[in-house]
C-alpha cells in the first residue's frame, strides 16, 4: 500500500486552517477574520482578490491593505498559486469529501473546461466595475463557510449545499476546477511559480495512477505523452496527491524553470 504522506500532511494543514478561523470562539488571540482580511499573530493579511474587488469598485484606497494583500500575493506566488486551493480553502476540503462520495456512486461524470475559471474571474471584475458591487465577497462559498464558522452563519450554506449537491449529480469538481474566480486568479500567478511538480521520464511505467488521483489531470498530460520535465500549468493545486500515487516515484517538487528539451520526442509516436 502506498503510504499517502502528502495526503496526511494536506488534511492537517485543511483542519488546522478550520481551527484557526474558529479561533476566536474559543478566547484565542492567534487569528481574526477571515479568508478575504484576518490577523495571524498581530500579522495583517488580505486576499488579494477582495483587494481588488474594493479597488475597482472604487473603495477608499488603503495602503496597508495593498500590503497586506502583495504579502499574501507573494506567499502564494513562491508556492505555486493554487496551493490556496489544495492546502488552504475550506471549500476544497468539501468539495473533496464530495468528490469520494461522487466516485463511489458513479455519478456526475461529466467534466467542464478549466479555463472557465479566467472567465468567471473576468465576469466578476467587470460586475465590480460597472456597479462597484463585490459580487465574489458576496457570493463565494469561500467567504460563506468562513462566516459559518467564525459568525455561526448557517443559512447561506444552503447555497454550498447547492454547488455540492451540482458535482455530485452533473459535473465532476465544479466549482473548484471551472467556476471559482479566485482560482483563476491564482492560476495565472501560479503559472510563473518557481515550485513545480517535476516529471522523470526514464521512471515512468505509464501506469497512469497519477492521473486518477489529480484533481485536474489535465496538468500532469503533457509530462505523461510528451515527456515534459515540469508541471507548468497554472491551475495545478500542488496538492502532491500525484507524489503520493506514483509507485515508481517518478514525480517529484522541482524548484525553477526547466526549459523542456528540444530532443524529447513524443512517446505516443514512437520517440524514446
Ligand atoms: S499535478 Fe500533482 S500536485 Fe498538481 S494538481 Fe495534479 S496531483 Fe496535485
Ligand atoms: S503514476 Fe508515476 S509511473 Fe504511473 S503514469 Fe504517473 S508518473 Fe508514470
Known amino acids: 500500500m502506498n503510504f499517502k504522506r502528502w495526503g ?5 494543514v485543511q483542519l488546522l486552517m478550520i481551527a484557526l478561523l474558529a479561533s476566536p470562539l474559543a478566547g484565542l488571540a492567534i487569528f481574526t477574520g477571515n479568508l478575504a482580511a484576518a490577523e495571524l499573530l498581530g500579522l495583517p493579511l488580505a486576499d488579494p ?4 474587488q474594493a479597488l475597482l469598485g472604487g473603495r477608499v484606497f488603503v495602503l496597508s491593505y495593498l500590503l497586506s494583500a502583495l504579502l499574501v500575493v507573494g506567499f502564494y506566488f513562491l508556492l505555486g498559486g493554487r496551493t490556496f486551493c489544495g492546502w488552504v480553502c475550506p471549500v476544497g476540503l468539501v468539495t473533496e469529501l464530495a468528490d469520494r462520495l461522487r466516485r463511489k456512486l458513479g455519478t456526475g461524470t461529466q467534466t467542464l473546461p478549466l479555463t472557465l475559471n479566467r472567465w468567471s474571474l473576468a465576469l466578476v471584475l467587470l460586475v465590480v466595475m460597472a456597479t462597484g458591487v463585490p459580487l465574489f465577497e458576496l457570493l463565494s462559498p469561500i467567504g460563506i463557510i468562513s462566516r459559518a464558522i467564525v459568525f455561526a452563519a448557517l443559512l447561506p450554506l444552503l447555497l454550498v449545499a447547492a ?11 465544479v466549482w473548484c476546477r471551472s467556476l471559482c474566480p479566485l482560482g ?4 495565472l500567478l501560479a ?3 518557481p515550485l513545480r511538480i517535476g516529471f522523470v521520464a526514464d521512471r515512468c511505467t505509464h501506469c497512469n495512477d497519477c492521473l486518477k488521483a489529480c484533481p485536474v489531470e489535465e496538468v ?11 508541471v507548468v500549468a497554472g491551475d495545478c493545486t500542488r496538492c502532491m496527491a500525484c507524489l503520493d500515487a506514483c509507485p515508481a516515484k517518478a514525480l517529484k517538487i522541482s524548484i525553477g524553470y526547466q526549459p523542456v528539451s528540444r530532443d524529447v520526442t513524443d512517446p505516443l509516436k514512437g520517440g524514446r
Open 191 to 193: 503559472a510563473f511559480s
Open 220 to 230: 500532469l498530460q503533457p509530462s505523461l505523452e510528451l515527456n515534459h520535465p515540469q
Open 49 to 52: 482578490l477582495a483587494f481588488l
Open 8 to 12: 496526511i500532511a494536506r488534511c492537517a
Open 163 to 173: 454547488i455540492l449537491l451540482m458535482e455530485l449529480l452533473v459535473a465532476r469538481r
Open 184 to 187: 483563476g486568479f491564482y492560476s
